[in-house]
């Protein structure tokens, strides 16, 4: 198993966090999770994190700050896939500019808004991965690093 990029948000709205549930025929179809999906290869990590954002919820989102990376090797998934999925997440706090809140119902069938508390309750049977709760509590805690500390090149001939 190779690790993998993801970028995601956590978007907040008077104290509550906005998830999206997973659609399709994947493995964690009916899950909640944050706004977040694999980098594309070659695209910068910020883009990839307002792309997702745009894609799964209709809003056009300006990260403001890294709220950490986290490391998450699903061993869970052994038997469903025949693999250990391990990604390196890049997860962005930030400011909605504009859009509306909708979705495809396909990738993603439901958007809703969460407290902390009801996150922080679920297990996996309904949150996609269990470090979302840690990434919805440095959220909440003000952990932000600065957009700068992303490097992001592209070697051309």
Known sequence: TQTFGVAGAIIEKDGKV?????GGDKADSGKWNQPAGWIDVGENPIEAAK???KEETGFV????????IYSLHRKDMQDKLGATPHALKFI???????GELKHDGSEIMELRWFSQEEIEAMGIDELR???????VADYFIGKSYPLE???HTVSEK
């Open 18 to 22: 906005l998830l999206v549930k997973e």
């Open 51 to 53: 792309r997702e954002v």
């Open 61 to 68: 989102f300006e990260p403001t700050g890294l709220i950490g």
């Open 92 to 98: 962005y706090r930030g400011k909605v500019l504009s």
């Open 129 to 135: 991965d269990l470090d979302i709760k840690k990434e």
């Open 149 to 151: 500390i992303i490097r």
